[in-house]
Protein backbone atom coordinates (compact mmCIF):
# COMPACT_ATOMS: atom_id res chain seq x y z
CA UNK A 1 0.00 0.00 0.00
CA UNK A 2 1.27 3.39 -1.05
CA UNK A 3 2.59 5.52 2.39
CA UNK A 4 2.64 9.25 1.39
CA UNK A 5 5.35 11.75 2.94
CA UNK A 6 4.98 14.86 4.55
CA UNK A 7 3.42 17.24 2.59
CA UNK A 8 2.19 15.14 0.12
CA UNK A 9 -1.01 15.32 -1.18
CA UNK A 10 -2.49 13.77 -4.62
CA UNK A 11 -4.13 17.25 -6.36
CA UNK A 12 -2.72 20.36 -7.72
CA UNK A 13 -1.43 21.99 -5.17
CA UNK A 14 -2.85 26.50 -4.93
CA UNK A 15 -0.51 26.90 -2.00
CA UNK A 16 2.00 25.02 0.46
CA UNK A 17 3.34 27.10 3.74
CA UNK A 18 5.80 24.93 5.61
CA UNK A 19 6.39 26.43 9.50
CA UNK A 20 8.00 24.48 12.09
CA UNK A 21 6.09 20.84 12.41
CA UNK A 22 3.57 21.91 10.24
CA UNK A 23 2.48 21.97 6.59
CA UNK A 24 -0.56 23.48 5.43
CA UNK A 25 -1.73 22.60 1.68
CA UNK A 26 -4.28 24.11 -0.39
CA UNK A 27 -5.34 21.29 -2.61
CA UNK A 28 -7.77 20.74 -5.52
CA UNK A 29 -8.70 17.30 -5.83
CA UNK A 30 -7.90 16.03 -10.11
CA UNK A 31 -8.38 11.85 -9.62
CA UNK A 32 -11.72 10.99 -10.04
CA UNK A 33 -10.16 8.18 -7.15
CA UNK A 34 -7.32 8.05 -4.91
CA UNK A 35 -6.91 4.37 -4.19
CA UNK A 36 -6.41 2.73 -0.44
CA UNK A 37 -3.21 4.84 0.78
CA UNK A 38 -1.98 6.05 4.43
CA UNK A 39 0.07 8.84 5.53
CA UNK A 40 3.47 9.40 7.21
CA UNK A 41 1.92 11.89 10.14
CA UNK A 42 -1.43 12.98 11.26
CA UNK A 43 -3.73 15.70 9.24
CA UNK A 44 -6.94 17.67 9.05
CA UNK A 45 -8.62 18.19 6.15
CA UNK A 46 -11.02 20.57 5.86
CA UNK A 47 -13.32 20.48 3.01
CA UNK A 48 -13.74 24.13 1.13
CA UNK A 49 -15.82 23.52 -1.78
CA UNK A 50 -16.97 20.60 -3.84
CA UNK A 51 -17.62 17.03 -2.53
CA UNK A 52 -16.11 13.62 -1.96
CA UNK A 53 -16.35 10.15 -0.56
CA UNK A 54 -13.74 9.30 1.91
CA UNK A 55 -13.92 5.47 3.05
CA UNK A 56 -11.05 4.16 5.71
CA UNK A 57 -11.97 0.11 7.09
CA UNK A 58 -14.33 1.23 9.66
CA UNK A 59 -16.90 4.21 8.06
CA UNK A 60 -17.44 6.09 4.95
CA UNK A 61 -18.17 9.99 4.84
CA UNK A 62 -19.85 11.64 2.30
CA UNK A 63 -18.46 14.80 2.41
CA UNK A 64 -19.49 18.45 1.51
CA UNK A 65 -18.19 21.98 1.82
CA UNK A 66 -16.99 22.20 5.65
CA UNK A 67 -16.55 18.95 6.41
CA UNK A 68 -13.64 18.09 8.51
CA UNK A 69 -11.80 14.94 9.17
CA UNK A 70 -9.12 13.98 10.75
CA UNK A 71 -6.76 11.24 10.19
CA UNK A 72 -4.15 9.24 12.34
CA UNK A 73 -0.71 8.91 10.94
CA UNK A 74 -0.77 5.20 8.81
CA UNK A 75 -4.48 5.25 9.11
CA UNK A 76 -5.58 3.43 5.39
CA UNK A 77 -8.26 5.41 3.47
CA UNK A 78 -9.56 6.14 -0.13
CA UNK A 79 -11.09 8.88 -1.79
CA UNK A 80 -13.76 9.43 -4.32
CA UNK A 81 -14.14 13.08 -6.11
CA UNK A 82 -17.09 14.70 -6.32
CA UNK A 83 -18.37 16.24 -9.65
CA UNK A 84 -16.77 19.90 -10.36
CA UNK A 85 -14.12 21.61 -8.17
CA UNK A 86 -13.04 19.91 -5.10
CA UNK A 87 -10.93 22.30 -2.88
CA UNK A 88 -9.91 20.98 0.36
CA UNK A 89 -7.21 22.46 3.20
CA UNK A 90 -4.83 20.18 4.91
CA UNK A 91 -3.04 20.77 8.22
CA UNK A 92 -0.20 18.15 8.75
CA UNK A 93 1.71 17.94 11.47
CA UNK A 94 5.41 15.97 12.61
CA UNK A 95 6.17 14.15 15.66
CA UNK A 96 8.47 17.42 16.20
CA UNK A 97 5.61 19.64 16.57
CA UNK A 98 3.31 16.93 19.14
CA UNK A 99 6.90 17.43 21.33
CA UNK A 100 6.77 20.60 20.89
CA UNK A 101 3.48 21.19 22.82
CA UNK A 102 3.14 17.97 24.38
CA UNK A 103 0.01 16.66 22.74
CA UNK A 104 -0.68 13.28 23.37
CA UNK A 105 -1.83 11.89 19.40
CA UNK A 106 -1.31 8.78 20.19
CA UNK A 107 -5.01 9.20 22.47
CA UNK A 108 -6.63 9.92 18.73
CA UNK A 109 -6.84 7.10 16.68
CA UNK A 110 -8.12 6.45 13.45
CA UNK A 111 -10.47 8.53 11.11
CA UNK A 112 -12.72 11.00 12.55
CA UNK A 113 -15.55 12.94 11.19
CA UNK A 114 -15.31 16.23 13.43
CA UNK A 115 -19.29 17.72 13.69
CA UNK A 116 -18.18 20.42 16.37
CA UNK A 117 -18.54 24.02 14.72
CA UNK A 118 -15.96 25.54 16.80
CA UNK A 119 -13.40 23.28 15.61
CA UNK A 120 -14.54 24.18 12.40
CA UNK A 121 -14.24 27.90 12.82
CA UNK A 122 -10.82 27.12 14.54
CA UNK A 123 -9.95 25.33 10.65
CA UNK A 124 -11.84 28.42 8.63
CA UNK A 125 -9.52 30.85 10.33
CA UNK A 126 -6.41 28.63 9.75
CA UNK A 127 -7.57 29.13 5.84
CA UNK A 128 -7.63 32.55 6.10
CA UNK A 129 -4.44 32.73 7.57
CA UNK A 130 -2.90 30.45 5.05
CA UNK A 131 -4.17 33.71 2.46
CA UNK A 132 -2.14 36.13 4.71
CA UNK A 133 0.78 34.28 5.37
CA UNK A 134 2.49 37.15 6.85
CA UNK A 135 5.30 37.09 9.74
CA UNK A 136 2.46 36.65 12.38
CA UNK A 137 1.04 33.68 10.87
CA UNK A 138 3.28 30.85 12.79
CA UNK A 139 2.07 32.12 15.70
CA UNK A 140 -1.75 32.14 14.80
CA UNK A 141 -1.58 29.30 13.38
CA UNK A 142 0.25 27.48 16.14
CA UNK A 143 -2.46 28.56 19.09
CA UNK A 144 -5.61 27.55 16.60
CA UNK A 145 -4.04 24.31 16.57
CA UNK A 146 -3.50 23.70 19.93
CA UNK A 147 -7.04 25.40 20.75
CA UNK A 148 -7.99 22.74 18.29
CA UNK A 149 -6.63 19.82 20.06
CA UNK A 150 -8.00 21.08 23.70
CA UNK A 151 -11.56 20.81 22.05
CA UNK A 152 -10.62 17.53 20.27
CA UNK A 153 -9.22 16.01 23.10
CA UNK A 154 -11.96 16.74 25.82
CA UNK A 155 -14.29 15.16 23.25
CA UNK A 156 -12.95 12.22 22.63
CA UNK A 157 -13.05 11.91 27.05
CA UNK A 158 -16.17 12.32 26.54
CA UNK A 159 -16.94 9.51 24.14
CA UNK A 160 -15.22 7.22 26.15
CA UNK A 161 -16.92 8.11 28.96
CA UNK A 162 -20.23 7.87 27.51
CA UNK A 163 -22.59 10.88 27.17
CA UNK A 164 -26.02 11.13 28.79
CA UNK A 165 -28.45 10.74 26.15
CA UNK A 166 -30.28 14.57 26.13
CA UNK A 167 -26.82 15.90 25.12
CA UNK A 168 -26.80 13.18 22.20
CA UNK A 169 -30.79 14.45 21.57
CA UNK A 170 -29.99 18.48 21.81
CA UNK A 171 -27.31 18.00 19.89
CA UNK A 172 -29.28 16.74 16.73
CA UNK A 173 -31.80 19.41 17.32
CA UNK A 174 -29.19 22.04 16.85
CA UNK A 175 -27.79 20.47 13.65
CA UNK A 176 -31.25 19.47 12.45
CA UNK A 177 -32.89 22.12 13.53
CA UNK A 178 -34.79 26.13 12.36
CA UNK A 179 -32.87 28.16 14.65
CA UNK A 180 -35.35 30.99 14.56
CA UNK A 181 -37.88 28.41 16.06
CA UNK A 182 -35.87 27.07 18.65
CA UNK A 183 -36.42 28.13 22.32
CA UNK A 184 -35.08 27.11 25.45
CA UNK A 185 -37.61 25.33 26.36
CA UNK A 186 -38.37 23.20 23.51
CA UNK A 187 -34.56 21.96 23.54
CA UNK A 188 -35.48 21.10 27.12
CA UNK A 189 -38.71 19.20 26.04
CA UNK A 190 -36.98 17.59 23.29
CA UNK A 191 -33.80 16.39 25.76
CA UNK A 192 -36.59 15.25 28.58
CA UNK A 193 -34.53 17.35 31.15
CA UNK A 194 -35.31 20.88 32.90
CA UNK A 195 -34.16 23.87 31.07
CA UNK A 196 -31.88 24.93 33.72
CA UNK A 197 -30.53 21.46 34.06
CA UNK A 198 -29.84 21.72 30.48
CA UNK A 199 -28.81 25.70 30.72
CA UNK A 200 -26.47 24.98 33.49
CA UNK A 201 -24.57 21.46 32.15
CA UNK A 202 -24.77 22.57 28.42
CA UNK A 203 -21.37 23.82 28.70
CA UNK A 204 -19.74 21.21 30.07
CA UNK A 205 -20.33 18.93 27.29
CA UNK A 206 -20.16 21.20 24.35
CA UNK A 207 -17.43 23.49 25.62
CA UNK A 208 -19.90 26.60 24.90
CA UNK A 209 -22.81 28.07 25.74
CA UNK A 210 -26.19 27.87 23.81
CA UNK A 211 -25.81 30.93 22.07
CA UNK A 212 -22.17 30.48 21.03
CA UNK A 213 -22.52 26.78 19.91
CA UNK A 214 -25.59 28.20 17.94
CA UNK A 215 -24.09 31.36 16.39
CA UNK A 216 -21.21 28.68 15.25
CA UNK A 217 -23.52 26.56 13.45
CA UNK A 218 -25.14 29.75 11.95
CA UNK A 219 -22.24 31.01 10.45
CA UNK A 220 -20.64 27.36 9.37
CA UNK A 221 -24.73 27.20 7.27
CA UNK A 222 -23.64 31.31 5.80
CA UNK A 223 -20.56 30.06 5.10
CA UNK A 224 -21.27 27.25 2.86
CA UNK A 225 -24.20 29.60 1.38
CA UNK A 226 -21.79 32.21 0.37
CA UNK A 227 -20.26 29.61 -1.99
CA UNK A 228 -23.39 29.01 -3.98
CA UNK A 229 -25.43 31.39 -6.29
CA UNK A 230 -27.82 32.19 -3.21
CA UNK A 231 -28.01 36.16 -2.69
CA UNK A 232 -26.80 37.87 0.77
CA UNK A 233 -30.54 38.74 1.59
CA UNK A 234 -31.34 35.23 1.14
CA UNK A 235 -28.59 33.46 3.21
CA UNK A 236 -29.55 35.87 5.84
CA UNK A 237 -33.34 34.89 6.01
CA UNK A 238 -32.31 31.45 5.46
CA UNK A 239 -29.65 30.93 8.48
CA UNK A 240 -32.00 32.97 10.55
CA UNK A 241 -30.37 36.70 10.78
CA UNK A 242 -32.72 39.45 11.32
CA UNK A 243 -31.50 40.98 8.05
CA UNK A 244 -28.52 41.51 5.39
CA UNK A 245 -27.28 43.99 7.52
CA UNK A 246 -26.77 42.05 10.53
CA UNK A 247 -25.99 38.81 8.80
CA UNK A 248 -22.96 41.33 7.01
CA UNK A 249 -22.19 42.67 10.71
CA UNK A 250 -22.15 39.50 12.53
CA UNK A 251 -20.06 37.60 9.34
CA UNK A 252 -17.52 39.94 9.51
CA UNK A 253 -16.79 39.84 13.50
CA UNK A 254 -16.52 36.20 13.00
CA UNK A 255 -14.12 36.31 10.34
CA UNK A 256 -12.57 40.12 9.98
CA UNK A 257 -13.80 40.65 6.19
CA UNK A 258 -16.77 40.61 4.42
CA UNK A 259 -19.20 38.18 3.03
CA UNK A 260 -18.76 39.49 -0.55
CA UNK A 261 -14.81 39.24 0.22
CA UNK A 262 -15.22 35.82 1.62
CA UNK A 263 -16.91 34.94 -2.03
CA UNK A 264 -14.69 36.84 -4.23
CA UNK A 265 -11.88 35.00 -2.30
CA UNK A 266 -13.08 31.11 -2.19
CA UNK A 267 -13.59 31.71 -5.68
CA UNK A 268 -10.15 32.97 -6.22
Not at 52 to 81: F, I, S
Not at 204 to 216: D, E, P, T
Request: aromatic share 12%.
Amino acid sequence: MLELQTGTFFGAHHKVINLPGLVITDTQYTKDKVDWHYHQNPYFTFLLQGSMLEANKKERYECLPGTLLYHHWQDAHYNVKGRGFVQGLHVELSPFFAEQFELKLHAIEGSLQLHNPMLKSIFQQLYFESKINDSITPLAVEAQLLRAFELLNKERQLDSNGLPKWVKRVKEALHHGDYADLSLNKLAALADVHPSHLSRDFPKYFKASIGQYLRQLQHQKASHLLLTDASLTEIAYSCGFADQSHFIRRFKKETGISPLSYKKMMRR
